[in-house]
């Protein structure tokens, strides 16, 4: 029984070294063939489309053109789903975005930690929250700014006045009682709009 299963170990070990010494020799022909390329500018093609040509090989850091090693890391994070790219991005803003997009497409606001400047994290939940139309992400927005957009602009797709509610700027907190109401009906809730021309709007989608 153990000399079997010694024999299956050693068979399984064979096969990942095999494996290894294939991968190896693939990124090594994806390189020479990149590398064969006269102008910077082709090899720096070729690096970004192999790289998003392949689920597990990446050749990003071999750009030499520094917006399109962004461009080439923001894409591979994207098509992977791997927020930690986007740690590759040398540039802060664009590092940023990298991490908002991919948590956008994730729908995970957990993600939307991993972003230092609180203006793209705040647009990262809010874009979140409202794909979710989760009002309890907007709490969690620091800016007013966005956590205004975020409530007013769930309000508005989803009717829910209480979210309409929690909007400061008027405007929003207007736009918002207008778009509800054109979804529940509710000729009441017009009452709560400052402007005259879309309190008059609203009251004839009552």
């Known amino acids: 029984m153990k000399k079997r299963l010694i024999f299956v170990l050693l068979l399984l070990a064979l096969f990942f070294l095999a494996n290894c010494s294939k991968n190896e020799n693939s990124i090594s022909k994806q390189i020479k063939k990149c590398e064969s390329f006269k102008t910077q500018f082709d090899k720096d093609e070729c ?9 597990t090989l990446n050749l990003c850091d071999r750009i030499s053109d520094s917006s399109k090693k962004i461009s080439c890391y923001k894409s591979s994070a994207l098509l992977s789903l791997n927020i930690s790219l986007c740690n590759s991005i040398n540039e ?4 940023n975005i990298c991490i908002r997009q991919v948590a956008l497409s994730q729908n995970n606001p957990e993600s939307c930690k991993a972003i230092m400047e609180t203006n793209q994290r705040d ?5 979140i929250a409202i794909k979710q139309k989760d009002t309890a992400l907007c709490y969690s927005i620091e800016g007013e700014f966005q956590k205004d ?3 007013s602009t769930i309000g508005k797709l989803t009717g829910d006045t209480k979210a309409c509610d929690m909007a400061k700027n008027q405007q929003n907190r207007d736009l918002c009682y207008l778009g509800a109401v054109k979804i529940i009906r509710e000729i009441s809730f ?7 021309t879309v309190k008059d709007e609203c009251i004839k989608f009552s």
């Open 149 to 151: 957009i975020c409530f």
């Open 92 to 95: 802060e803003l664009g590092k």
């Open 190 to 196: 017009c009452s709560n709009i400052q402007n005259k």
């Open 47 to 55: 690096y970004n489309n192999v790289t998003l040509s392949s689920k």
């Open 123 to 127: 647009l990262c939940l809010r874009n």
